[in-house]
Each structure stands twice: as C-alpha cells, then as structure tokens.
C-alpha cells in the first residue's frame, strides 16, 4: 500500500562542509535555494532509504488541512462617519506613522477577491495550489488579507498596514479543503517571492484524518495511531521549512511565518476545555497567536474558543474587514487575530528595515516583545495569552 508524502529535497546532496563552516557564501546561498518541494507515493519498503538519503531533509505523509473556521460571521452595514475598527486601535496602529511600506506580505487562505476595494492600488500576486482556480468563494481569505493591508472601506479603516503594496495570495483551502502538501508548497513559493511576513489562518485536520483511515477499512485504534504519526511528521516537516527560510534570510529576505493557534477550546462550556496550540502553528519557527475580545470597559480577555499556549495574542473577537463580494463583515476567531499579528509585524518589519536591523531574529523579537499585559481582565492565565496584546512600534503620527 502506498500512501502520498511530501519531500523537501536538495537538488545536491548536504555535505559535512555545510555543517562544519567550509562552505562559502557563495555555495551556501546556492545549497539553501535549491530546496524543493516533491509530493510522491511512497509504500512503507521505500521509506528506510528515504530516510537515510543525504539529499532529503525532511518527509511526512500529506494530511488534510482545513480553515481555522470562523465564529459569528454577519454582514456589517456601513455608516456615513469615519470609524476606526477596534482590532486597529488595541494593537495602536492608527497612532503610527509606518503605514508596511515597502514590505511584502503573504496571505496563505482561501484566495483573495481582488475586485474589492480594500485592495485598490496593492499588487496582488496569485497562485492557486488546490486544482479550483484563484479567486475566493469562501469569504475568509479576503477578510484576513484586509485586516493585514486592507484600504479603508464605508468610512472604516480595516487595515493594520495599509501602505503595503505587494501581496502574494496563495489559495491553500478550496471547497474541497487543502493539504499539508499545500501549504508547504505554498511557504515555499511565498518565500522564494520575496514574503517578508507569511500569514496561515488554518491547521491540521486530525479528526478528518482519522475518520478517513476508518472509511477506508483501517481498525480505529490503528487509524488513530497512524494518524499521530503522521501529525508527528508533518510538525517535524514544517520545522525544517521553517529552518530553511530562516537560513536564507541573510541571502533572499527575512521572512516570518505568523499561523493562528486554533479554535478548538471550549472555555465557555467547561473553564478547563482548553486545547493546545495545533499545527502548523506548534512547529518551532512560527510565531503563534491567541485571540482576544474587548469587554464593556476596555480590557481585554482571552476569546472562550482560543487554544493555548500561544506565542502572542491579538484581536480576534467581532473583527470587521473586507467581505467578498464587496461590502464588510464581522468574523472572530483566531483566524482574525492572526492577520492582525501578521499586519502588526510587516510594521516592526518596516521600522526595523529602516534602521538597518532587520532580520528574522529581530522581527520575531520585537514582535513577541511588543505583547502587552497591562489591559488584560485581572486574574488571566499567561498561557492562554502569551506575551500578552501585540503593540506596534512607537513612531508618533
């Protein structure tokens, strides 16, 4: 029996001298931009020299992913006065001068609908990696995309960086939902296209995973155990990616992967139904991010569906953005705070480069650093929230 795998692959074999400092800079550049990306079928005799080749870096069966699906989606009717989304003022982007210009964001989602006005002017750069074609039938990428750069919209501003002008749109969930092979690819492609900031608002889907081992004949005690290994894989998978992009840094762009923690607890119902952060947002290399909601008087606490152990937190909760198809619309989840980090992050990248200290150590410092626990409701669990509410750098309008 043969099961799908994704392979990240050097075009030549790694070497001791990579290792042990006797490459040049020159063939390190070369060794790091020739990884690759393979989706093959492979049956379990194969694996042991898979494994043992000194070209592949990492390999993982190809598990479904799925949306971190949204809470409370409803339509918002425009109002005739100026307004100020409340996601842009906790994270204080309207009390700064750097607007993300200059810097390159990547919304890995379900495609973008580049007619809507929010992305008036920003150069939108699409690939489709799930067979459907660009575009976004579901709503939840171009809602994302506007919370990260969107234009201001019925007299509200959505957007956290809205001087970015270049956005390379990976469409990683269809109807049919995405792949873990996907989602590779798509990092891939976003890093080797200058990303200096890459968004993922989705994870993996386990129980999906399982149930479609069970359908296919497999024992559930053995479909649950050849899922975990898998999960295990795929998490080891998205490390190495990780490890890749941030080797590159010094030759390409930084670039920092930002990915949502999750939707799956259940605070609301029972106060300990709390879930870990899921993958790819576990993975070492990622920053990770909780969702938050504004109270009556203008604290903030964790939002009941977050899943914990996040890096850092943000607004998550009634977020208003961009709708397909025109117009605006509210969603929560940790979907919704994780652009919120992303925007938030392409504007420490923007004051970071212009003070000459940008790299993927920094970006991800300061970002983490900026996290604010000063407005949280009193009695809050640090692992739930992280460093706390993500702030942007203090450059006075």
Same mark, same amino acid.
């Given at each position: 029996?043969?099961?799908?795998?994704?392979?990240?692959?050097?075009?030549?074999?790694?070497?001791?001298?990579?290792?042990?400092?006797?490459?040049?800079?020159?063939?390190?550049?070369?060794?790091?931009?020739?990884?690759?990306?393979?989706?093959?079928?492979?049956?379990?005799?194969?694996?042991?020299?898979?494994?043992?080749?000194?070209?592949?870096?990492?390999?993982?069966?190809?598990?479904?992913?799925?949306?971190?699906? &949204?809470?409370? =989606?409803?339509?918002? *009717?425009?109002?005739?006065?100026?307004?100020?989304?409340?996601?842009? %003022? #906790?994270?204080? /982007?309207?009390?700064?001068?750097?607007?993300?210009?200059?810097?390159?964001?990547?919304?890995?989602?379900?495609?973008?609908?580049?007619?809507?006005?929010?992305?008036?002017?920003?150069?939108?750069?699409?690939?489709?990696?799930?067979?459907?074609?660009?575009?976004?039938?579901?709503?939840?990428?171009?809602?994302?995309?506007?919370?990260?750069?969107?234009?201001?919209?019925?007299?509200?501003?959505?957007?956290?960086?809205?001087?970015?002008?270049?956005?390379?749109?990976?469409?990683?969930?269809?109807?049919?939902?995405?792949?873990?092979?996907?989602?590779?690819?798509?990092?891939?492609?976003?890093?080797?296209?200058?990303?200096?900031?890459?968004?993922?608002?989705?994870?993996?889907?386990? &129980?999906?995973? =399982?149930?479609?081992? *069970?359908?296919?004949?497999?024992?559930?005690?053995?479909?649950?155990? %050849? #899922?975990?290994? /898998?999960?295990?894989?795929?998490?080891?998978?998205?490390?190495?990616?990780?490890?890749?992009?941030?080797?590159?840094?010094?030759?390409?762009?930084?670039?920092?992967?930002?990915?949502?923690?999750?939707?799956?607890?259940?605070?609301?119902?029972?106060?300990?139904?709390?879930?870990?952060?899921?993958?790819?947002?576990?993975?070492?290399?990622?920053?990770?991010?909780?969702?938050?909601?504004?109270?009556?008087?203008?604290?903030?606490?964790?939002?009941?569906?977050?899943?914990?152990?996040?890096?850092?937190?943000?607004?998550?909760?009634?977020?208003?953005?961009?709708?397909?198809?025109?117009?605006?619309?509210?969603?929560?989840?940790?979907?919704?705070?994780?652009?919120?980090?992303?925007?938030?992050?392409?504007?420490?990248?923007?004051?970071?480069?212009?003070?000459?200290?940008?790299?993927?150590?920094?970006? #991800?410092?300061?970002?983490?650093?900026?996290?604010?626990?000063?407005?949280?409701?009193?009695?809050?669990?640090?692992?739930?929230?992280?460093?706390?509410?993500?702030?942007?750098?203090?450059?006075?309008?």
């Amino acid at each position: 029996m043969k099961d799908e795998h994704v392979i990240l692959r050097l075009k030549r074999p790694i070497t001791r001298d990579i290792f042990l400092g006797g490459a040049t800079v020159k063939n390190l550049e070369s060794f790091i931009s020739e990884l690759t990306v393979e989706i093959d079928n492979l049956d379990r005799r194969s694996i042991p020299s898979i494994a043992r080749s000194n070209d592949v870096v990492a390999f993982a069966p190809v598990m479904p992913m799925k949306l971190v699906s &949204p809470f409370n =989606v409803h339509d918002v *009717v425009a109002t005739a006065s100026p307004k100020v989304a409340w996601g842009i %003022k #906790a994270v204080g /982007a309207d009390q700064t001068s750097l607007t993300g210009n200059g810097v390159v964001v990547a919304v890995l989602d379900t495609g973008i609908d580049r007619t809507h006005p929010a992305f008036a002017g920003v150069q939108l750069i699409e690939k489709d990696f799930t067979g459907e074609g660009n575009g976004d039938k579901n709503g939840h990428g171009s809602h994302c995309a506007g919370t990260i750069f969107g234009r201001d919209v019925d007299n509200m501003r959505i957007g956290v960086a809205r001087g970015v002008t270049r956005a390379l749109i990976g469409k990683v969930i269809g109807e049919d939902s995405g792949s873990s092979a996907g989602i590779v690819e798509a990092i891939h492609w976003a890093s080797q296209n200058g990303a200096n900031v890459i968004s993922m608002s989705l994870g993996i889907d386990f &129980p999906g995973f =399982v149930e479609r081992l *069970v359908n296919g004949g497999m024992l559930p005690a053995l479909a649950t155990a %050849k #899922a975990l290994e /898998a999960y295990r894989a795929n998490v080891q998978l998205f490390e190495k990616m990780a490890q890749f992009i941030k080797a590159g840094s010094p030759f390409f762009q930084t670039t920092l992967l930002v990915a949502a923690a999750g939707n799956e607890s259940r605070r609301d119902e029972n106060a300990d139904f709390e879930i870990g952060v899921s993958p790819p947002a576990v993975s070492d290399g990622f920053v990770s991010v909780a969702a938050l909601s504004e109270g009556p008087t203008g604290l903030f606490k964790v939002a009941p569906f977050s899943n914990t152990g996040a890096m850092v937190s943000a607004p998550g909760v009634n977020v208003i953005s961009a709708k397909s198809g025109g117009g605006l619309a509210s969603m929560s989840g940790t979907s919704m705070a994780t652009p919120h980090a992303a925007g938030v992050a392409a504007l420490w990248a923007e004051k970071l480069r212009n003070s000459g200290s940008l790299n993927p150590a920094s970006l #991800a410092a300061q970002l983490i650093a900026s996290g604010d626990t000063a407005r949280m409701v009193k009695g809050f669990d640090p692992f739930d929230v992280g460093t706390g509410m993500i702030q942007v750098p203090t450059e006075v309008v």
